[in-house]
């Protein structure tokens, strides 16, 4: 008989530990049965096997609790390998999540249920049986000496017909083996030769002795090419690559490159069928892949041997999940390499800060690449939308905006035009003195809320009544200020009446291709314009764009969070880099409220570095990341008695502790939840961490039907 430790499925994610079955069949470890749980049928995972020759009896006896049968097996083999489990016991402790949670997220959802049964992919070989081969006609005898053992069915099915004779005479006999595929070169021509540049940050990355390197390079510096050189050099070493793309939907340039240069290329990511998803992790797990380009969650494949993790643009948002479990890929992405002694190459043209301020501490190797290849920066002009408004122009599109886009119509070429943030963005500003009402207590803009006509700080929770007035200038001058891509679809056809005009944002590329689609037409010249929002910006390279326009570039600064202003200036500097990427000169035009924000004047000198001067000095003032670290606990639940209970609970279960932190903070209500939020901010998150997950199982063991959901190092607060 056969002990099974197993962690059931689809219990609630308040159970956190594993239960006891037995089998009278040997399981292996890693793989799921089917159980009766609560006298429900669900799913168990099998973390543990133990053989006993002990009576059941005997058995529940000694353990003190009745033990049940597990009623099938699901798998014959294991579905993931000792490193990834170990991995997953790892995620749920740093992201304080159920290991339910954290194994569900690293599996594809063919294998997270209990319905799909998982068979090794088998393939037929032949072999040849020692006999008499006088009986055989002369051609029978020529095909008996040509098969060698071990031919494949298949291939021998190709050649001839004839051994079907053979086989029926008992010359050869069929066997199955499991499928593996062979080592071969997986690398097809078209490298192009590094520039001098590239060439010396290829190698220093090569004899690079950390773990962790940042290649930071402005758009079009060729850091595409480095990769590309990089991932050939780990695969000639016989070694795994794994390329971390933000959004697989945004980046089929990306993709098609490494597809032109690589065979066995394997692309994972959300929009592939659960069948396809299954087929892909089987491969990987096999060793049939040796390079994969997938965004977050294709960093828990179960790779054997990797080498090198590519993480492209590194400063995306979308590495981070904000669901359970929050993790971040890059935080798996150093794990797994640390596990596997491979490297993690991070690169974008505006690292994110804290990893930044890693490089020049020198936790992480820093490399860059400070020009572009075609040697040309765009032009950038910043619009003063005040002195626009002021002379009665359109705020939308402004008179410089409007000349520069005629121009490019005019020489046939393409502009992109960015609106920064999709519909109305809620902020309230002064047209006078140009202030932007901001709380009290935090330095953050206010956003204003329509249905009760007040403001209220996203940091604090503060709320304010709507002024009637400017409070620094008494102007009764005060504007909310937004506007959303229609619109300005409708502005430019007023305009350009012959222009064709596309429109890019998530209103209406929901469906699966809808980005690429819109995407194609553009790159094929259907569209003289593309309108868009935020998804614009992110790594296209299209030979026709000679301008960028952006619109309300600053009003992401105007609300929001700690790290608003980073997120503005990514978005500026990465839509700038869509212009002149081929051989014309590119612009960009930004048009503003505050042209004097330091975020715009970076951006205005293509200045990463002095913006991260004055971003990282306002951090340590305020120590926000990454001189703290936040841990945000969520609480949410239908009924609101209950969600304040749970909450007073689970704040005075953090105050005992002595962490730092914020009173409960009530959020927006969604999808008819009521949400709170209760933050640590903490110097120490090794610590924090250790201590967060002590809180939550003292909070679960009161059962509350109120759910949690813990986010370390959030990017953003709601
Ligand atoms: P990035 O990833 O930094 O934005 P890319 O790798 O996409 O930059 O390079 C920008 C452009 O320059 C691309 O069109 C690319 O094909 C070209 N390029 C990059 N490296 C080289 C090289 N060594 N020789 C010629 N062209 C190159
Ligand atoms: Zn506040």
């Known amino acids: 008989m056969y002990l099974l430790e197993l962690y059931v499925t689809s219990a609630s994610l308040n159970i956190n530990h594993p239960f006891t079955y037995y089998s009278d069949e040997e399981v292996k470890p890693f793989c799921r049965v089917k159980i009766s749980f609560n006298h429900r049928l669900t799913s168990g995972f099998i973390y543990r096997v133990t053989k006993t020759q002990k009576s059941l009896k005997e058995l529940e006896k000694d353990l003190g609790f009745k033990v049940l049968k597990i009623k099938e097996i699901i798998d014959q083999e294991p579905i993931m390998s000792m490193e990834l489990f170990s991995l997953a016991k790892w995620l749920s402790k740093v ?13 594809p959802k063919s294998l997270k249920t209990a319905s799909t049964l998982y068979q090794p992919k088998k393939i037929k070989k032949v072999k040849k049986v020692s006999k008499d081969t006088a009986l055989l006609t002369s051609k029978q005898k020529l095909l008996f000496d040509s098969i060698q053992d071990g031919e494949l069915l298949s291939e021998l099915n190709k050649r001839t017909t004839i051994h079907k004779t053979l086989l029926n005479k008992g010359y050869l006999e069929i066997y199955e083996e499991e499928y593996r595929s062979e080592d071969k070169v997986y690398y097809k021509a078209g490298f192009k030769e590094l520039t001098e540049d590239q060439n010396k940050v290829y190698q220093a990355i090569l004899a690079s002795e950390k773990i962790v390197n940042l290649l930071f390079g402005v758009t079009g510096s060729g850091k595409t090419e480095v990769y590309l050189h990089l991932a050939r050099h780990y695969l000639n070493l016989g070694k795994q690559v794994l390329i971390l793309v933000p959004e697989i939907a945004l980046t089929p340039q990306m993709i098609k490159r490494v597809k032109e240069r690589f065979d066995n290329v394997a692309i994972y990511h959300s929009y592939l069928s659960d069948k396809k998803r299954h087929e892909e992790y089987f491969k990987v797990l096999h060793g049939e892949v040796k390079i ?54 991070l690169a974008s043209a505006t690292p994110s800060l804290e990893v930044y301020n890693h490089a020049l501490k020198g936790d992480y190797g820093l490399f860059k690449l400070s020009k572009r290849i075609n040697e040309k920066m765009p032009k950038i002009k910043i619009v003063d939308l005040n002195k626009e408004v002021k002379k009665g122009h359109s705020a939308i599109i402004s008179e410089p905006l409007k000349e520069a886009l005629s121009d490019v119509l005019a020489k046939g070429k393409q502009a992109i035009i960015l609106i920064n943030r999709k519909g109305y963005a809620p902020i309230v500003r002064c047209s006078e003195c140009n202030e932007v009402l901001t709380c009290r207590d935090c330095d953050v803009s206010l956003s204003y809320h329509n249905d009760t006509n007040t403001l209220k700080c996203n940091v604090c929770g503060r709320v304010y009544p709507m002024p009637y007035e400017c409070p620094k200038c008494h102007e009764h001058s005060l504007v909310k200020y937004g506007f959303g891509t229609k619109k300005v679809v409708e502005v430019l056809s007023e305009l350009f009446k012959e222009a064709k005009i596309g429109r890019l944002d998530a209103d209406n590329t929901s469906k699966k291709d809808a980005h690429e689609m819109i995407l194609e037409k553009f790159a094929r010249h259907e569209y003289d314009i593309l309108v868009g929002t935020q998804m614009l910006a992110k790594g296209l390279d299209f030979e026709d764009v000679i301008l960028v326009g952006i619109l309300n570039a600053d009003a992401g600064l105007m609300h929001e969070d700690f790290n608003s202003s980073e997120v503005t200036f990514d978005l500026l500097e990465q839509a700038s880099g869509r212009s002149g990427r081929s051989n014309c000169e590119g612009e960009v035009i930004i048009q503003a409220f505050n042209p004097d924000h330091y975020v715009l004047k970076a951006v205005s000198e293509s200045s990463y570095e002095s913006f991260y001067k004055t971003e990282i000095a306002y951090r340590k003032k305020a120590k926000y990341p990454p001189f703290s670290h936040l841990i945000a606990l969520y609480l949410s639940d239908e009924n609101e008695k209950r969600l304040n209970k749970a909450s007073f609970i689970l704040y005075n279960l953090i105050l005992k502790t002595g962490l730092k932190c914020y009173e409960p903070y009530t959020l927006k209500r969604l999808n008819r939840r009521h949400r709170l939020r209760i933050l640590i901010k903490e110097d120490d998150l090794v610590k924090a961490i250790n201590v967060v997950n002590g809180v939550v199982s003292k909070y679960l063991t009161y059962n509350l039907a109120t759910s949690l959901k813990v986010d370390i190092d959030p990017l953003y607060l709601e």
């Open 292 to 345: 994969v380009v997938g965004t977050r969650s294709s960093i828990f494949l179960p790779f054997n041997d990797l080498g090198l993790i590519i993480v492209d643009e590194e400063h995306d948002h979308s590495y981070k999940q904000d669901n359970v479990p929050c993790y971040s890929a890059k935080m798996v992405a150093f794990k797994r390499a640390k596990d596997f002694k491979a490297k993690v190459l």
């Open 95 to 107: 992201t304080v999540s159920p290991l339910i949670a954290a194994l569900n997220v690293m599996l």
